[in-house]
């Protein structure tokens, strides 16, 4: 059965690095999705990418975030210069249309930032 | 916000119990799904009900939805140990899911 994946599982910076979080979405997908989850809270939406452009994003998705999708089957989000807060566990997520349909989740990457 | 919030925040049953948990969402929705997190790892989708629908069966789950009380059920029938997990509500907002805190599930043998 088809599923998103992601690398890498864990991943440690030190506060002020960049880090690229990336993911491979189930190849059929044309929607793609980035949430968070701190330790102990609930999953967050951060934002959702279609036709090359972001569809939507959250208040979290600040100008320290940004997404690509540099060829026909990564996705990647790029945190520019993380803050102890960014640590979480990022997940991918993938959908067929239509919006807000079934979406499927990528085991995660968990961001360490010291 | 839309987001859902799961009841109670966690029940723990003996294998074979039926365990039930609530979600409750305040606007209106298109669909709400429900999806399982073990400890640590990534969430799985478990079900989907549409706005237009009351109830749905997958397996030893079943899901109601009642839009004028704007609520949610989730029913897992005949529990085994390895249902132990967190179970999330979550609502569609445009593309956006908005996931309740969860309820987090405990199976004994």
């Known amino acids: 059965e088809p599923e998103v994946t992601q690398t890498p599982s864990h991943q440690v910076t030190q506060m002020g690095q960049e880090v690229i979080l990336r993911c491979v979405p189930i190849s059929n997908h044309l929607y793609f999705y980035w949430y968070r989850q701190i330790l102990g809270q609930k999953v967050e939406f951060l934002v959702s990418f279609y036709n090359n452009e972001i569809s939507e994003k959250s208040e979290i998705f600040d100008d320290q975030f940004s997404v690509e999708r540099p060829d026909g089957s990564n996705f990647t989000l790029k945190i520019r210069s993380t803050k102890l807060e960014d640590s979480a566990m990022y997940f991918c997520a993938s959908s067929e249309p239509p919006f807000g349909d079934t979406q499927y989740f990528g085991p995660g990457t968990r961001l360490t930032v010291l | 916000s839309q987001q859902g919030e799961e009841d109670p925040q966690a029940l723990s049953i003996q294998e074979g119990e039926n365990a039930t948990m609530n979600c409750s969402y305040k606007t209106s929705i298109n669909n709400l799904q429900w999806y399982r997190q073990n400890s640590g790892r990534g969430l799985v989708h478990l079900i989907l009900?549409?706005?237009?629908?009351r109830e749905k069966h997958s397996g030893r789950l079943r899901v109601t939805l009642d839009t004028s009380k704007k609520s949610s059920s989730l029913l897992i029938t005949a529990s085994r140990a390895a249902d132990t997990a967190s179970y999330f509500c979550?609502?569609?907002?445009?593309?956006?899911?908005?996931f309740g805190k969860g309820t987090s599930l405990l199976v004994t043998p």
């Open positions: 009900i549409r706005s237009n629908e």
């Open positions: 979550a609502t569609a907002s445009g593309y956006a899911l908005n």
